[in-house]
């Protein structure tokens, strides 16, 4: 089940919601976790019994790791505490294996087709837990109620955030869900709901009729405006899913951590990867970048690991080439920056006082570089990739391409580009702070809510089903 | 009475001024009771309630139940708008039937109102009569005195077909059979407001007419209601065209994926359609032309690296599309 659906909106949020307020505390893991799986079984009942297998697997691993402190207590300095040791590394690495082979073998083997609904998210979540408490930062989850919602939990199952178990374990034995937590909780949710429904479905609409029209017959502005119809689609379609997660998680009293943080107005490709999908960043950054030795090797292996975090990372996204040469294109480009950024700060051209006075310059160069990765994203096949590259660098056109094409784009989708562009600074954000608790706010973040609903039921899932031609 | 009348105006007046304020305190009453920690949860309920019934939404809570007790809520309003659409898809068992019957009603009542001017004489009945023809291959400039009309497709063939200077386009995205009557798309030079495809047609002569229309009235009504619509239109057009040749463009099929993806567009529902299309035809001054010969493979629809979403030709093969129209021109043989 997806949140933007009439079935999640109508019957799934207001039904869990009411039955989980009126269950008793110690009973409310149960629920969300029965719950989280009819949530789940909705979707893709077939991969079902491979969740709860690789969760259950999981929190007996993690219980066995965890024993570290007891072993220690018991058997320091004997055979036993060695023996348990080597056992423990044996444990991780099978575990390892386990969930990056399962998560490898639908991705990559099987080339994305048939991927069970979450699994690169749930798998990440797994092995962070199964890391944190090897390196004993947290200890071992006892309960399997407990580990089974916090990995399947329905808000954050299918895209994310990557919560780390820290972050949520004493949520998971004590929270409390109040008045307040569902009324703030609801407000994220309805923003969430209006980035995805009501700007990412919108501006999907140009990207669509870019390739509709095909790629290879369209003017190079019309290629610009599509793929930053696409950055923008990708962006609050995530992002969108991310204020839900949070916004339910939030109803409950769960604090997930945030996983945007504009991050279009970013200066760098490096910045920009700090804002954008802020947990999968962390988690690489921890569990391979820093293991890795990170950036205190010298200027080389820093290189290399981040060659090896960025192609782990276009692989996560997909099995396909484009995505590793998605990855591998960022990893040039923050190289790049790097050596930039070490070259002005031995040799400062004009001082501090240059860069900060140039403030818009650093932003250019993300706006012309991040659509124009995207675009290895979004466009599977490399052929056609080449194609829209070129298009967009003004390649001479194989095809009758009508040099006019995007006026009438820019007519008909500019204002909602300049809405996108405003909603990806940080002003809807300060406004909704300032102002969260007036009665205008309210007002209107219920009427959109209902004005999505409203879009959901007219278009169905698909926003370009009832497309006229 | 003057006086009395502006009294119970000003009386009335009044009135309805503390009524609308006695309601504004009413809600900030009501308002005020809330506790804060509830206000969105009550407005979020109060909205939609509103939605619900403003867009008849509670179908979605209704049906579930009305398909349990079927027998019991049977008197409750009819609110299915969307299922009476999926129903308008061509069932071919049906069909076969009401094929035959269609074209030929819309034809008796032309006969009735103006039996000179009757295009739909059945080309069997009086096939000595007929001129006979042949398809030549022609240049661009055969389209000098054409104009073609149509939906996104045909927007497709004026963006990238090469023939924007050459013939008009009466053409709009959505465009369907009985919005040639109604909407306003054609623009005039120098004039801000658009007309429609009729006043448009009344306004100038042409020597050819290409048209194609139909994908979009798929989702609503059935095949026979559509080829009914759609012999009127092509009645009304000759009425006002009187010596333009008509051809009549089969509508294009979607690819075999987008048939098979379980909405209201199928190729079967496209080709009865066209079937119905081509007994229009009367071969003389109106013709048929099977554009899918053009752009479809031997499974019939249309082939998957033409187009992007099994809909629309990508521009770079509407030269297709185009040359299949250059080499059937329609020349009377002597």
């Given amino acids: 089940m997806v949140f933007c659906s009439i079935e999640f909106l109508l019957y799934f949020l207001p039904a869990f919601f009411i039955f989980y307020a009126l269950t008793p505390k110690r009973f409310k893991n149960v629920v969300l976790l029965a719950a989280s799986l009819v949530f789940y079984a909705?979707?893709?009942?077939?991969?079902?019994?491979?969740?709860?297998?690789?969760?259950?697997?999981?929190?007996f691993v993690g219980r066995f790791l965890g024993a570290e402190p007891y072993y220690k207590d018991r058997y320091q300095g004997t055979g036993k505490y060695s023996t348990y040791l080597e056992w423990r590394k044996g444990v991780l690495l099978f575990a390892i294996t386990g969930n990056v082979g399962i998560l490898f073998l639908f991705k990559v083997a099987m080339r994305g087709e048939a991927l069970p609904l979450g699994v690169s998210f749930y798998t990440f979540q797994i092995l962070s837990y199964l890391f944190d408490v090897y390196q004993g930062i947290i200890p071992a989850e006892r309960s399997l109620i407990k580990t089974a919602a916090y990995v399947t939990m329905f808000p954050q199952l299918i895209s994310g955030p990557i919560v780390n178990y820290g972050e949520v374990s004493a949520a998971m034995s004590?929270?409390?869900?109040?008045?307040?937590?569902?009324?703030?909780?609801?407000?994220?949710?309805?923003?969430?709901?209006?980035?995805?429904?009501?700007?990412?479905d919108r501006v999907g609409i140009l990207w669509n009729d870019v390739q509709v029209r095909g790629i290879e017959s369209i003017s190079t502005p019309l290629a610009w405006l599509g793929a930053i119809a696409y950055s923008f689609k990708i962006y609050f379609d995530f992002y969108g899913y991310s204020l839900m997660a949070m916004g339910l998680g939030g109803m409950m009293g769960f604090r997930f951590p945030e996983n945007f943080r504009n991050p279009y107005m970013a200066v760098s490709v490096r910045d920009f990867y700090r804002r954008w999908h802020i947990t999968l960043g962390r988690w690489f950054c921890n569990y391979i970048y820093i293991p890795l030795g990170g950036n205190r090797r010298g200027e080389l292996c820093t290189a290399r690991n981040l060659l090896i975090v960025w192609a782990l990372t276009g692989l996560w996204h997909g099995g396909s080439g484009n995505f590793l040469l998605w990855g591998i294109l960022l990893w040039v480009l923050i190289v790049i920056e790097r050596q930039i950024k070490i070259f002005l700060d031995r040799h400062p051209i004009g001082g501090e006082s240059i860069w900060k006075q140039m403030r818009l310059v650093p932003h250019l160069y993300v706006w012309a570089v991040?659509?124009?990765?995207?675009?290895?994203?979004?466009?599977?096949?490399?052929?056609?990739?080449?194609?829209?590259?070129?298009?967009?660098?003004?390649?001479?056109?194989?095809?009758?391409?009508?040099?006019?094409?995007?006026?009438?784009?820019?007519?008909?989708?500019?204002?909602?580009?300049?809405?996108?562009?405003?909603?990806?600074?940080?002003?809807?954000?300060?406004?909704?702070?300032?102002?969260?608790d007036s009665a205008f706010t309210n007002v209107i973040l219920a009427a959109l809510f209902w004005i999505c609903v409203w879009r959901i039921m007219v278009e169905g899932d698909n926003p370009f089903l009832y497309f006229k031609f | 009475m003057r006086v009395g009348g502006s009294r119970l105006r000003r009386q009335r007046?009044?009135?309805?001024?503390?009524?609308?304020?006695?309601?504004?305190?009413?809600?900030?009453?009501?308002?005020?009771?809330?506790?804060?920690?509830?206000?969105?949860?009550?407005i979020l309920l109060v909205f939609g309630v509103v939605?619900?019934?403003?867009?008849?939404?509670?179908?979605?809570?209704?049906?579930?139940?009305?398909?349990?007790?079927?027998?019991?809520?049977?008197?409750?309003?009819?609110?299915?708008?969307?299922?009476?659409?999926?129903?308008?898809?061509?069932?071919?068992?049906?069909?076969?039937?009401?094929?035959?019957?269609?074209?030929?009603?819309?034809?008796?009542?032309?006969?009735?109102q103006d039996?000179?001017?009757?295009?739909?004489?059945?080309?069997?009945?009086?096939?000595?009569?007929?001129?006979?023809?042949?398809?030549?291959?022609?240049?661009?400039?055969?389209?000098?005195?054409?104009?073609?009309?149509?939906?996104?497709?045909?927007?497709?063939?004026?963006?990238?077909?090469?023939?924007?200077?050459?013939?008009?386009?009466?053409?709009?995205?959505?465009?369907?059979?009985?919005?040639?009557?109604?909407?306003?798309?054609?623009?005039?030079?120098?004039?801000?407001?658009?007309?429609?495809?009729?006043?448009?047609?009344?306004?100038?002569?042409?020597?050819?007419?290409?048209?194609?229309?139909?994908?979009?009235?798929?989702?609503?009504?059935?095949?026979?209601?559509?080829?009914?619509?759609?012999?009127?239109?092509?009645?009304?057009?000759?009425?006002?065209?009187?010596?333009?040749?008509?051809?009549?463009q089969g509508i294009m099929q979607v690819t075999a994926e987008r048939s098979a993806q379980g909405d209201y567009i199928t190729n079967e529902g496209i080709a009865v359609r066209n079937e119905g299309i081509a007994?229009?035809?009367?071969?003389?001054?109106?013709?048929?032309?099977?554009?899918?010969?053009?752009?479809?493979?031997?499974?019939?629809?249309?082939?998957?690296?033409?187009?992007?979403?099994?809909?629309?030709?990508?521009?770079?093969?509407?030269?297709?599309?185009?040359?299949?129209?250059?080499?059937?021109?329609?020349?009377?043989?002597?």
């Fill in chain 1, 42 to 59: 909705l979707g893709e009942p077939r991969y079902l019994f491979l969740l709860l297998a690789s969760v259950t697997v999981n929190h």
């Fill in chain 1, 174 to 200: 004590e929270r409390r869900m109040s008045w307040q937590s569902v009324q703030n909780g609801l407000k994220l949710f309805t923003l969430g709901l209006v980035a995805k429904v009501l700007i990412a």
């Fill in chain 1, 370 to 436: 991040i659509p124009f990765t995207w675009m290895c994203f979004a466009i599977t096949d490399v052929r056609e990739l080449s194609v829209y590259l070129g298009r967009m660098l003004g390649a001479v056109p194989q095809s009758a391409v009508q040099p006019n094409d995007w006026r009438a784009a820019l007519h008909t989708y500019g204002g909602l580009l300049a809405v996108a562009f405003i909603a990806s600074t940080p002003l809807i954000r300060r406004l909704y702070r300032r102002w969260r």
């Fill in chain 2, 13 to 42: 007046n009044r009135r309805k001024i503390t009524k609308i304020e006695k309601c504004i305190l009413w809600i900030r009453g009501l308002w005020e009771k809330i506790p804060p920690d509830r206000i969105y949860l009550t």
């Fill in chain 2, 51 to 112: 939605c619900l019934t403003a867009t008849g939404g509670w179908k979605y809570y209704l049906d579930p139940f009305r398909e349990g007790m079927e027998m019991f809520v049977r008197d409750l309003p009819d609110q299915e708008e969307g299922p009476d659409e999926r129903q308008g898809e061509y069932q071919t068992g049906t069909g076969e039937s009401q094929r035959k019957e269609t074209p030929a009603r819309p034809s008796e009542e032309s006969a009735k």
């Fill in chain 2, 115 to 248: 039996p000179g001017q009757d295009p739909e004489r059945d080309p069997e009945q009086d096939p000595e009569e007929t001129r006979s023809f042949s398809f030549d291959t022609v240049e661009d400039d055969y389209f000098a005195d054409a104009v073609f009309i149509g939906d996104s497709r045909t927007v497709g063939m004026y963006e990238y077909g090469g023939l924007q200077d050459i013939s008009a386009f009466y053409a709009s995205t959505g465009l369907t059979v009985r919005k040639l009557f109604t909407a306003k798309i054609v623009e005039v030079p120098g004039e801000r407001q658009k007309i429609t495809v009729e006043e448009a047609l009344s306004a100038r002569q042409f020597a050819k007419i290409y048209y194609m229309i139909g994908i979009n009235e798929m989702g609503t009504g059935t095949a026979e209601s559509f080829l009914q619509d759609y012999a009127e239109s092509v009645e009304r057009i000759r009425q006002m065209q009187p010596d333009a040749i008509i051809y009549l």
């Fill in chain 2, 279 to 334: 007994e229009l035809a009367d071969n003389e001054t109106i013709f048929y032309l099977d554009v899918n010969e053009a752009v479809c493979g031997e499974d019939g629809a249309m082939i998957a690296d033409y187009t992007y979403d099994g809909v629309h030709l990508k521009a770079q093969y509407i030269p297709l599309w185009k040359d299949y129209l250059k080499s059937h021109a329609v020349v009377y043989d002597q």
